[in-house]
């Protein structure tokens, strides 16, 4: 099984930037697809962004598009996500996803969830 944890959330105004990580357990992690999932107070859980294990292929939810870059480094057991020009709308608890096919951490129901870390942007 993988396991993984969240880091890098907390509050910023708007406008400003975060860039949020996503440590996993295991040497496998490398052969995992991971996504960043969100979701606010009395909403839904919501897809944000995804990445292939080797990085080749990118998803990104159209509330996001050009503001936020997921990356990951497989040496480090670590994923990424940077988030630029926040907005309040993008207030949520942010989750990392991993699963051994791409299509499933874009929003498909990912095999493994980190427990969350929230990110709160003030206006």
């Known amino acids: 099984q993988v396991q993984l944890v969240e880091s890098g959330g907390g509050l910023v105004q708007a406008g400003d930037s975060l860039r949020l990580s996503c440590a996993a357990s295991?040497?496998?992690?490398?052969?995992?697809?991971m996504g960043w999932f969100r979701q606010a107070p009395g909403k839904e859980r919501e897809f944000v962004a995804a990445i292939s294990w080797s990085s080749m292929w990118l998803y990104y939810a159209d509330s996001v598009k050009g503001r936020f870059t997921i990356s990951r480094d497989n040496a480090k057991n670590t994923g990424y996500l940077q988030m630029n020009s926040l907005k309040p709308e993008d207030t949520a608890v942010y989750y990392c996803?991993?699963?051994?096919?791409?299509?499933?951490?874009?929003?498909?129901?990912?095999?493994?969830w980190g427990p969350g870390t929230q990110v709160t942007v003030s206006s």
């Open positions: 295991g040497r496998a992690f490398s052969n995992y697809a």
């Open positions: 996803a991993a699963d051994s096919l791409t299509t499933q951490v874009r929003g498909k129901s990912p095999a493994y």
